[in-house]
């Protein structure tokens, strides 16, 4: 189920990019009905601070765990494909507190 | 009071400086140099009190303190790196307000950091303060950043000077923006409300 952060194995529960793409479409207020993933969140789709945050919260729900999206990745995230790349970086990475010392 | 504005679940007896990814800590003299160089970014200068200009350092931080209520180093979670600046001051107790500024580091700009740290602040100042709204001015440039802050409840546009400043070749607005404490606690229940909620880290494995 997506949501369901898996320890130990990896996620098959991991949107590919077209349903991430519909995904954006139909959860994020501020996009337009259609997307590419060439298209450049604040150039082209009009991403403000505040789109941003709706964003970030967007996709931390959908990666699920209560996951919070690192400053690392959210500035590696520049167009829709970057927000899918991000997104499955964060949804394949181990927490910290799982993470082997 | 209506309700906990702590952004959890429990009230706290303390305010909480932490959000989502950001720390809001002291400012120590290590912090000035860094917030000399900020102030000075050709992206920065014109938006932030100095407007262009280029104070000394000594003058720098002569200003940097009067008229402060409270103010802030925004730093990432678990780093001293200096990411920007969050300063509530002129506070007037009488009639229960306060201005607010907040200068982030260009590469920042448009990620939702600068109002993840605002909202931090305002967290902080309506939990020890109780002031009935918070006012910023910006100027058109920078408001184009948070614009769509006003339709989705953040604050309200209370004014506008049409081509106060000039920047870039031409003139820009002034705007005055008032966050209220109701619209505080409004936003808490939306995306904000996570902003202010503490969440699990994950370990970001260095760039190739």
Not at chain 2, 36 to 52: A, H, N
Not at chain 2, 114 to 132: K, N, P, Q, S, T
């Amino acid at each position: 189920m997506r949501g369901e952060m898996a320890t130990g194995n990896a996620r098959t529960d991991v949107m590919s990019l077209d349903e991430f793409k519909a995904w954006f479409v139909a959860e994020i207020e501020w996009s337009p009905s259609e997307i590419s993933e060439d298209n450049d969140l604040v150039e082209d789709l009009g991403m403000d601070s505040v789109g941003a945050v709706d964003l970030m919260a967007a996709i931390e729900d959908a990666v699920g765990g209560d996951v919070i999206m690192p400053i690392e990745l959210l500035l590696r995230i520049t167009t829709v494909r970057d927000a899918y790349l991000q997104y499955c970086a964060l949804a394949h990475l181990p927490y910290e507190s799982e993470v082997a010392r | 009071m209506s309700g906990p504005i702590t952004g959890e679940d429990q009230p706290r007896l303390s305010p909480s400086l932490q959000t989502r990814r950001l720390q809001l800590r002291m400012l120590t003299n290590e912090d000035h140099a860094p917030l000399y160089r900020l102030s000075s970014d050709p992206d920065v200068t014109f938006q932030w009190r100095f407007r262009g200009t280029t104070p000394s350092y000594d003058e720098f931080l002569k200003q940097l303190y009067p008229g402060v209520l409270c103010q802030f180093v925004v730093s990432p979670l678990g780093s001293q790196e200096v990411l920007g600046l969050v300063v509530a001051y002129n506070a007037d107790f009488r009639h229960r307000f306060c201005h607010a500024a907040v200068v982030m580091h260009p590469r920042l700009h448009r990620r939702g950091l600068g109002i993840e740290a605002f909202m931090g602040l305002a967290r902080y100042v309506y939990y020890g303060w109780d002031f009935r709204m918070i006012i910023m001015e910006t100027v058109g440039i920078a408001f184009e950043n948070f614009s769509r802050g006003e339709e989705a409840g953040y604050f309200t546009v209370e004014g506008r000077i049409r081509d106060q400043f000039y920047y870039g070749g031409r003139y820009w607005d002034g705007i005055s923006v008032t966050h209220r404490r109701d619209q505080f606690e409004k936003v808490m229940q939306g995306p904000v409300g996570q902003l202010l909620s503490p969440g699990r880290r994950v370990k970001v494995p260095p760039s190739k």
